[in-house]
């Protein structure tokens, strides 16, 4: 079975700070690793993914997330953050040898402060 | 090009009544997924339609829930009769059939039960 975690609720960073947002997952094979952002009222939006080759992946809004498999970790990252980037924030994990299903994690609600 | 699209956005019924959610994928995706997040927790997985046959249902919780996809087009999830932990955002998602694995969201069902 496959699983997520992330194991903050809540990120609080000020502006202009580098932000991470943290997340390890658990597949038996190899993953297609995913972060989706949800702004209040809206859907789910797809910010990266990683499905191979370079370990660091950049994205939407100038986010970027590294694949670490040793860690298992893949946590997403931002060199200064703005405030208009807190929202919710969802890591997810696709195991290739188990069908299409995503498992996500909790989310973490990052808060940027002026 | 329209994006997944999810009526009603949110619906306040008494328990024991009943609730047909619709989703429309984007056109051309034939993988559509019902995803739902109840009190704040995980997004859980419902089930995985490939056109109109259901893929995987595992994630629905009872037979309480109906889900159906006619034609390969739109889809449908009924709750019947609806009890107060069916509360939550019902997200419908969907993807090409060989894609790299990004789903696409709705802006979500909020349901609430009373």
């Known amino acids: 079975a496959q699983s997520v975690a992330q194991p903050e609720d809540q990120v609080n960073v000020a502006e202009g700070n580098p932000l991470t947002v943290k997340c390890t997952y658990s597949v038996s094979g190899n993953p297609y690793l995913f972060w989706y952002v949800q702004y209040p009222n809206r859907g789910l939006q797809f910010l990266l993914k990683y499905i191979t080759g370079d370990n660091l992946v950049k994205g939407s809004y100038g986010f970027e997330a590294e694949f670490n498999k040793s860690q298992t970790s893949f946590h997403l990252k931002k060199p200064s953050a703005l405030v208009s980037d807190s929202a919710l924030y969802f890591c997810?994990?696709?195991?290739?040898?188990?069908?299409?299903?995503?498992?996500f994690g909790g989310g973490t609600r990052l808060m940027v402060k002026p | 090009e329209a994006g997944v699209t999810q009526f009603p956005s949110h619906s306040v019924i008494e328990k024991g009544q009943t609730v047909t959610l619709r989703c429309d994928p984007i056109?051309?995706?034939?993988?559509l997924y019902w995803y739902r997040r109840v009190m704040g927790k995980e997004i859980k997985f419902l089930l995985h339609?490939?056109?109109?046959?259901?893929?995987?249902e595992s994630g629905m919780p009872n037979n309480r829930f109906l889900a159906e996809r006619t034609g390969g087009t739109y889809s449908t999830l009924k709750v019947q009769p609806a009890e107060l932990e069916d509360s939550g955002v019902y997200f419908c998602?969907?993807?090409?059939?060989?894609?790299?694995?990004?789903?696409?969201f709705g802006e979500g069902s909020r349901l609430t039960v009373l």
């Open positions: 056109s051309g995706h034939d993988n």
């Open positions: 339609f490939v056109k109109e046959s259901k893929q995987d």
């Open positions: 997810a994990v696709r195991d290739i040898n188990a069908g299409n299903m995503l498992t």
């Open positions: 998602a969907s993807s090409r059939l060989r894609g790299t694995g990004e789903l696409f």
